[in-house]
């Protein structure tokens, strides 16, 4: 079974607006952790924004949020103004009790002028 | 400079050839990983150190070979490439929780 899912294999979003990138993932434990990635064209893999299973507010980073619901078992980013320069692939990755980062298959985001 | 190097970042190789993949980081990180990146996938853990002589198989290992006899560094080695180690090659090393990334290596295997 899948333990992260991104739903969105791709979206378009005009510059400016805000953008949700949608995240479900898959646990029964109780500490875990939630990450976004950024990998642009030129292959990097960046880090943009963790949030911890016991964090009580949502985290944020700059633009970057993430709106995490518990209960749903949702860790969306929300991207605020979105840039040009947003233009990547976006991963949603989750850890549970050891150190492995589980990964979802990512979301392809452009930017529109 | 201080991060997380890859070397080569480009590479070529022939089946049945033996390859090292270089990772050095200069944060002194305790636990260090390899992961492979194929398109359709998100990326798949090979092997991850959580110090120096303590290295562990991730959920993809066979085929793969590495070593940790120094804290800063942590080699992948294909014993015997093949097609199918075909894909871009990330090392990354975690501190206060987050895993932060080399720039990849990509392989070619033909």
């Known amino acids: 079974a899948q333990k992260i899912t991104q739903t969105q294999p791709g979206m378009f979003v005009q510059e400016k607006e805000a953008v949700t990138l949608d995240c479900t993932y898959d646990t029964s434990d109780p500490s875990y952790g939630l990450f976004w990635y950024k990998q642009p064209s030129s292959g990097e893999m960046i880090f943009l924004i963790y949030q911890g299973s016991y964090d009580q507010q949502n985290a944020t980073e700059g633009r970057y949020s993430l709106n995490f619901q518990k209960a749903r078992k949702s860790a969306n980013l929300v991207i605020s103004a979105s840039q040009l320069g947003d233009s990547a692939m976006y991963f949603c990755?989750?850890?549970?009790?050891?150190?492995?980062?589980?990964w979802g298959a990512g979301t392809k985001l452009i930017i529109k002028p | 400079d201080a991060g997380i190097t890859q070397s080569p970042r480009y590479k070529i190789t022939e089946t049945g050839r033996q390859v090292t993949l270089m990772c050095h980081q200069t944060?002194?990180?305790?636990?260090m990983f390899w992961y492979r990146q194929d398109l359709g996938h998100g990326l798949r853990l090979i092997y991850y150190?959580?110090?120096?002589?303590?290295?562990d198989k991730g959920e993809v290992p066979d085929g793969y070979v590495v070593s940790r006899s120094k804290t800063e560094n942590f080699p992948l080695t294909l014993e015997s490439a093949t097609r199918s180690q075909t894909s871009v090659y990330f090392c990354?090393?975690?501190?206060?929780?987050?895993?932060?990334f080399g720039p990849g290596t990509r392989l070619l295997v033909l």
């Open positions: 150190s959580a110090a120096a002589d303590i290295t």
């Open positions: 990755a989750m850890r549970e009790d050891n150190y492995q980062l589980i």
């Open positions: 944060w002194s990180h305790s636990y």
């Open positions: 990354a090393s975690e501190g206060e929780e987050t895993q932060y």
